[in-house]
Nanobody, 125 residues
Framework: QVQLVESGGGSVQEGRSMRLNCVLPPFTTNTYSMAWFRQAPREREGIASIGSDGVSDYSNSVKGRFTVSHDNAKNTLSLQMNSLKPEDTGMYYC????????????????????WGQGTQVTVSS
């Protein structure tokens, strides 16, 4: 089964930055919809997405602080996280699926069928 591989997690102090990367299999990433999720106590929260149309979307909890991007040449999805807060602590997952995902579903876990194993991010105050 295809797996995505995240990297870049770790521990950081409040207010600092961190970048997560996700290596995708060698297919054409500009035909895929991709997203980042964060494991909350009761659900997997969608925080950032980038559709096959190149349009990005963010949850209110990270808007203005996080930026999602993808590099077709490197088959890599990235998440730049700035001004980190203790409430950003959690396991972060990248996800992808072939084709278009409607805008209103892009931060929903059920929209994706390819997942990474997760990388832990810990933000201390």
């Amino acid at each position: 089964q295809v797996q995505l591989v995240e990297s870049g997690g770790g521990s950081v102090q409040e207010g600092r930055s961190m970048r997560l990367n996700c290596v995708l299999p060698p297919f054409t990433t500009n035909t895929y919809s991709m997203a980042w999720f964060r494991q909350a106590p009761r659900e997997r929260e969608g925080i950032a997405s980038i559709g096959s149309d190149g349009v990005s979307d963010y949850s209110n909890s990270v808007k203005g602080r996080f930026t999602v991007s993808h590099d077709n040449a490197k088959n890599t999805l990235s998440l730049q996280m700035n001004s980190l807060k203790p409430e950003d602590t959690g396991m972060y997952y990248c996800a992808a699926r072939s084709g278009y995902v409607f805008t209103y579903n892009r931060l929903s876990a059920f929209s994706y069928d390819l997942w990474g194993q997760g990388t832990q991010v810990t933000v201390s105050s």
